[in-house]
């Protein structure tokens, strides 16, 4: 009895060093997921860019190779007393630049279609991502486990993450 005050003060040390040591493994098991969110973000990232910049690429590449001409695309303009005039093209070269306009807008939409496209499949991916980490939570653990707790005094590390997991 004369010692109740002592022994107060070793519980409380003793919860406070069980506290901490909760706190370590949270940390522990959060900073893993972490890193798992943030590969997999620049993984998306990476993904999309390669999808987006591809057609231009490949439109750089049919137009250095002369594959694919934009000419007719480029309205005629003549210089006359130091000012700009437009010449009046032919029935022929009008008929093949609105064919060539309309071609360049149809590239257009179907390359902004295509961006909505991969954005939105993205932003898919990583919601669906977000979901699946709670799923993944005891293999995640698992994994920690194996790399820091396995072989560090003895303790029972599988019992306190028991009690951590719900505050993670």
Known sequence: VCRAKE???????TALEETLRQVWMTAMVL???????AKRLILTWLVALALMAAPIGVLGWLLATGRLSLQGYTP????VSHRLSWKAP????AHSADLTNMGMLGVSLAYAGMMFAV???CREFLRQSRRLQKTTLDETFEEVYADYFIHND???HRARGMNVKPKI
């Open 119 to 121: 954005t939105a499949g």
């Open 154 to 156: 003895g303790e029972d």
């Open 90 to 93: 032919t029935p022929t070269e």
């Open 31 to 37: 900073g893993a997921i972490r890193s798992k969110a």
């Open 76 to 79: 005629v303009v003549t210089e």
């Open 7 to 13: 022994r107060h003060m070793d519980n409380v040390v």
